[in-house]
Structure formats: C-alpha cells, structure tokens
C-alpha cells in the first residue's frame, strides 16, 4: 500500500512538472504613449515576452490613436466629430459608428445627470479655451470670457438638437451655432472601449482613467492608487489667477463660471463599464460625500479636500 502511494505522488508530482513546462511564465512590462488624449498613457501588463507584450502595445497605441483623432475637434478627419461641428445647421454627417456609440452614452449621460454632463457645450467651451490660449500667450492681459458672449453662447448646448440617426449612421447639429466638446467623458470612454480588446493581466491607464483586465498572474488583485487629500493640487476645478484674486470656474453649467470648489479632485469606480467617466463629473461639482445610485450604476465618490 506504501508502495502504491508513493508512486503515486510521484506520477502527481511529475504531471505538475510537465504541465509547468508547458507554461511559459510571464513576466511584467510597461508602455507609455504620450500623443493621445492630450495626456500620459501607461500600459502595463504580464506576457510572456517583451515581443508578446509589445505586440500587445502597439494595438493598444493604434486603437487609442483612432479614437484620439475621431474625438478631436480642432483636426479634420474622416467621420470625426469636427466634420460634425463644421456640418452644423447645414447637413448631416457621415460619422464613424464610435462616434455614434461615443454620443449615445453622452445622450444617456446628459439625461441621467440632468444635463450636467452635456458635450453639447462646444460653443460655451470654445470661449473658455480661447481666453485660455490668449492668457497663456499674454499673462499681462488675461481675462475672462465676456459674459455676455457665454450667456448667448449658452443658447445652443441643448442635446435634443443633437440628431444621432442609426440607421443611416449620420450625425446632425440641427443648430447652426451649436458645437461638440467630449473632453469630459472620451479619454475614459476610450480606455474602457480599448481595454476591452487586451488580454487578462493587463492594465491601462489613461490619464488617470484606470481599467484592468482579470488579475496579476499570481491571482492578486491590482492596485490602483487615488491621489492623496494630502498632495491635492491647488487647482479645485479650473482656477485662473487674474490682478493676484482666485476664482473658480465651474459651476454655473451654463456658461462655465460659479465657485471655487472646496474639492481639488475625487475618484468614482464601477466594475466594467464607461459609466465612471461620465459620472465623476456631477458627483465632484455636486461635492456629493455618499454612494450615489444612478440605475445600474452604484458610486462612491471619494473627495480630495484642498489643505
């Protein structure tokens, strides 16, 4: 009986050694793109090469580039959203159908949050960016959009002008002076999207919009760090230095102007899906302190007080 034992924990023994064999062991890499979405991207993962897992990069580069260059509103390019903007009030548009899927969800963002995610607001924006850029350019003269110029601009940020026709995969701005700006939901919409097409052992991270795949080959979990209240950066929302006064830019989500917010940033989470990039952006201007239900997604917005 010994006997038989024995040789049986050997045979377990060398099966495992066998199937070990035939196992390659992976090792953890890391990619870092810096020409999309305006941000950093960092793409690490368990392969089982540096050839396998640069393979891996390059797709996740290529997919996030197309969406990069789809969702930019200030270069042409074919089926993009400044087709659309440049369309606008004149004729429907060809769109890629990630950008009908991209403006779907915005759809279902601005109803489900009351319009506080709208990316109707490209013409409200385009003021904000340009008095940006000329503040940039000339510090001496900064100064803040004309109200009376946001407040007309602010006529044209309803998204039931946005026609999204499917069947004939066509966008069209029904108002001529209206505009679409997805700054605040793509860099996450896209990373979901892309991430869906890595293998397990994987995670992407771009500009802060963290999704994984399955776990670390071991089993563990990933770690995803939030930024500490402790190293908060001063900037609440968008804050601009004008003759040494602060003043916050927010919340009045008409025109762009409101408080200075008592939060410097927060994190929302939700297994697998694009819903967090969409609702972060309420939750902080709402400075909300508990789990919020929104259908089917459950979030817990975790503030970042400024010191």
């Known amino acids: 009986m010994k006997k038989f034992l024995s040789v049986l924990l ?6 495992a050694v066998l199937s070990g064999c035939g196992q390659e062991k992976k090792q953890v890499y890391q990619a870092m793109f810096v ?3 305006d941000t950093i991207t960092t793409l690490r993962g368990y392969d089982v090469s540096q050839e396998a897992f640069d393979k891996q990069a390059q797709q996740t580069h290529e997919a996030l580039l197309a969406y990069h260059n789809l969702f930019d509103i200030y270069t042409d390019y074919p ?3 400044k087709q659309i903007n440049d369309n606008a009030g004149i004729a429907p548009v060809e769109a890629a159908p990630e950008v009908i899927a991209l403006l779907k969800d915005c759809r279902d963002f601005y ?3 009351d319009g506080r995610v709208n990316v109707a607001m490209g013409s409200v924006l385009s003021l904000w960016h340009d008095a940006r850029e000329a503040g940039l350019n000339d510090p001496a003269h900064a100064a803040l959009p004309d109200k009376d110029a946001l407040e007309a601009a602010a006529e044209h940020v309803r998204f039931d002008t946005v026609e999204i026709n499917e069947s004939d995969g066509t966008v069209f701005l029904t108002d001529a002076a209206q505009r679409l700006d997805v700054g605040a939901v793509a860099k996450g919409w896209a990373a979901q999207r892309v991430s869906q097409l890595l293998p397990e052992g994987y995670m992407l991270n771009v500009g802060g919009n963290v999704c994984t795949r ?6 563990s979990s990933w770690n995803v760090a939030v930024q500490s209240p402790n190293m908060a950066e001063t900037g609440a929302c968008a804050r601009w230095i004008l003759s040494g006064n602060e003043s916050g830019v927010s919340e009045n989500r008409r025109i762009g102007t409101g408080f200075v917010a008592p939060l ?7 297994a697998g899906a694009i819903r967090p990039s969409g609702w972060r952006s309420p939750l902080f201007s709402n400075r909300l302190r508990k789990p919020v239900g929104l259908g089917d997604v459950h979030i817990r917005i975790h503030p970042h007080h400024l010191p």
Do not use: E, I, Q, W
């Open 79 to 81: 089926g993009g959203l």
């Open 10 to 15: 050997m045979l377990s023994l060398l099966a």
């Open 35 to 37: 020409d999309v979405f």
């Open 264 to 270: 410097s940033g927060g994190t929302a989470a939700r």
């Open 214 to 219: 399955g776990t670390k080959p071991d089993g």
């Open 111 to 113: 109803t489900r949050t």
